[in-house]
């Protein structure tokens, strides 16, 4: 094959692998992913929901959202911690695509640290690991976005 012939196959093989895609059961995925203990970053991952739902909603298309929480963002979840509580406790009462995962490996080791109990929202799920979870998701059509 010429140059131009290679260079023309790479351009519809970049253009391939950019084009996002929707799922095959017609729903479009996504993982939003939280690791620090910033009320603003937590703030934004939940604006960054908000704003993808409405779009796909207004498009009459659905999306599922995981928003999966680990290191210092699990703070997010706690309710005894989290700078976002109020808010995202209407948020999940209000999101029904929206789940969370809350990482029990960080769980384990912040109770291990106070030497008491780390309580978790009743709406979230607690996975074994976060990241292994982000992995798991990607694995199954996921796209990770870390707003």
Known sequence: MNYL????LAVFMLAAICVPTMAADGQHKLVLQISDN??????TVMNVAVNVSKL?????????????????????LRPD??????????FAASMPNVAFHAC????????KKSGKDVPIFEF???VPAGVVSIIELQENGYTIVRP
């Open 5 to 8: 012939g290679k260079l023309v």
């Open 81 to 90: 911690t989290s700078p976002v509580s109020k808010r995202i406790s209407n």
């Open 56 to 76: 796909y909603q207004d498009r009459g298309e659905e999306i599922d959202i995981k928003i999966v929480a680990f290191n210092a963002g699990l703070h997010m």
């Open 104 to 111: 029990n490996n960080t769980r384990t080791a912040m109770a």
């Open 124 to 126: 979230a799920e607690v």
């Open 38 to 43: 910033s009320a603003q970053k937590m703030n």
